[in-house]
């Protein structure tokens, strides 16, 4: 099953989406989480305007001491037992779990990412899972990764032609006009928006959108 086949079941059932899809961030008196996804527009000392993916212009106010992380193409063969990686997945036809997007987390952020299972902002009825690496096996189905987190286990089938990356160090000049950028940022209540960490595209590499 092709990654463009996935997303088109995922928009097809959004009448049928589990509960679990639906459920809304966790309530956070300072805001809400927001994913924001696009392009840069343009960077004015710690206001970053990015055009997202349904056109509108936004306008995130980044924080003092924010950073850039950029990313860097790799494949399912450098991901290795007790690696921590973070998957975004959506369930097929088949009933598996099957790969949108993976992200694999170097040493040094280990100590800054839960791992935790949730719904996706990235595609509705999705689910984001950071675990640690169990195993990475070849079944009849295709690739298999199994992955360990603090609830539990979940087993991901990786398609070819899922985008797998890992962050690598980056700085405010990746955050260039056109530039593809994903930040999570918190919604204030008066609409606002802060974030203190911005993922960019780096040497033509993007970060999954």
Not at 169 to 192: Q, R, T
Request: proline share 8%; aromatic share 4%; hydrophobic share 40%.
């Amino acid at each position: 099953m092709r990654i463009l086949n996935l997303l088109a079941a995922a928009l097809l059932g959004l009448s049928a989406a589990p509960a679990l899809a639906q459920t809304p961030p966790a309530q956070n008196p300072e805001g809400t989480p927001m994913a924001v996804r696009g392009t840069v527009e343009k960077l004015d000392g710690q206001s970053l305007s990015v055009k997202a993916k349904d056109g509108a212009v936004l306008t995130v106010t980044l924080a003092p001491n924010f950073t850039v992380a950029g990313v860097a193409k790799r494949s399912l063969g450098d991901i290795k037992q007790c690696d921590y990686v973070g998957a975004t997945s959506i369930k097929g036809t088949d009933g598996k779990l099957h790969a949108i997007e993976m992200h694999i987390f170097p040493e040094a952020m280990r100590a800054t990412v839960q791992d935790v299972q949730r719904p996706s902002s990235l595609v509705q009825g999705g689910l984001m899972t950071n675990s640690y690496v169990v195993e990475v096996s070849a079944t009849p189905q295709g690739q298999v990764l199994k992955g360990k987190y603090k609830d539990g286990e979940i087993e991901t089938l990786v398609e070819p032609d899922a985008p797998i990356v890992i962050y690598v160090p980056g700085d405010p000049s990746l955050l260039k006009p056109g530039a593809a950028v994903v930040v999570f940022a918190l919604k204030k209540p008066d609409g606002s928006l802060t974030a203190g960490r911005v993922t960019a595209e780096k040497d033509g590499v993007k970060p999954p959108m």
